[in-house]
T-cell receptor, first 115, second 113 residues
Framework: DSGVTQTPKHLITATGQRVTLRCSPRSGDLSVYWYQQSLDQGLQFLIQYYNGEERAKGNILERFSAQQFPDLHSELNLSSLELGDSALYFC??????????????FGSGTQLSVL | QKEVEQDPGPLSVPEGAIVSLNCTYSNSAFQYFMWYRQYSRKGPELLMYTYSSGNKEDGRFTAQVDKSSKYISLFIRDSQPSDSATYLCAMRAVRQAGTALIFGKGTTLSVSS
């Protein structure tokens, strides 16, 4: 168990809908990262927050947004969902701001299916 | 050209075999190299971590980095059925602000008993 908690584990919804994925980092970790994993694209970095502030941005669509709250949990909001958004979404956490040698600890992911 | 290339496999070996997993990359700024293992329906977990060039050994696992060729490898000795998983290489630059780990697509390994 990595100590990173993601809910829900599975999410089935329809095109055009909006969903929220939740992540609680490991105790003491200040950074939260969101990744999307699909068969064709692999593990793609979406966004990183450190202590409530956006730290780094990757291939995140404008329809997607995230935030990190004062208690350090994070939410990833996906709106106007399309079939192609179906994927496994992972949250990871690390202790610092994202130094190159920092270790990331991943949650078990949320499997999103858009029908 | 993708920043990190990794052969997806699948790779099937008998128990006890030596396994070689590889990644190539194009960004010469990458200095930190990691290998993650991902079991089915689980999140990736860090297996090995190396900085710059050279070798690092941890039990049955050896990680190698050849920066001149932009090529990294993970060797698994005496492979076990419990090693069956997807192995992802990951890397990161040292002084690029606003970046995070870049992953390869992963190689699926199956070790049969």
């Amino acid at each position: 168990d990595s100590g990173v908690t993601q809910t829900p584990k599975h999410l089935i919804t329809a095109t055009g809908q909006r969903v929220t994925l939740r992540c609680s980092p490991r105790s003491g970790d200040l950074s939260v990262y969101w990744y999307q994993q699909s068969l064709d694209q692999g593990l793609q970095f979406l966004i990183q927050y450190y202590n409530g502030e956006e730290r780094a941005k990757g291939n995140i669509l404008e329809r997607f947004s995230a935030q990190q709250f004062p208690d350090l949990h994070s939410e990833l909001n996906l709106s106007s969902l399309e079939l192609g958004d179906s994927a496994l979404y992972f949250c990871a956490s690390s202790i610092g701001q994202g130094a190159p040698n920092e270790k990331l600890f991943f949650g078990s992911g949320t499997q999103l299916s858009v029908l | 050209q993708k920043e990190v290339e990794q052969d997806p496999g699948p790779l099937s070996v008998p128990e006890g075999a030596i396994v070689s997993l590889n990644c190539t990359y194009s960004n010469s700024a990458f200095q930190y190299f990691m290998w993650y293992r991902q079991y089915s329906r689980k999140g990736p977990e860090l297996l090995m971590y190396t900085y710059s060039s050279g070798n690092k050994e941890d039990g049955r696992f050896t990680a190698q980095v050849d920066k001149s060729s932009k090529y990294i490898s993970l060797f698994i000795r005496d492979s076990q059925p419990s090693d069956s998983a997807t192995y992802l290489c990951a890397m990161r630059a040292v002084r690029q602000a606003g970046t995070a780990l870049i992953f390869g697509k992963g190689t699926t390994l199956s070790v049969s008993s």
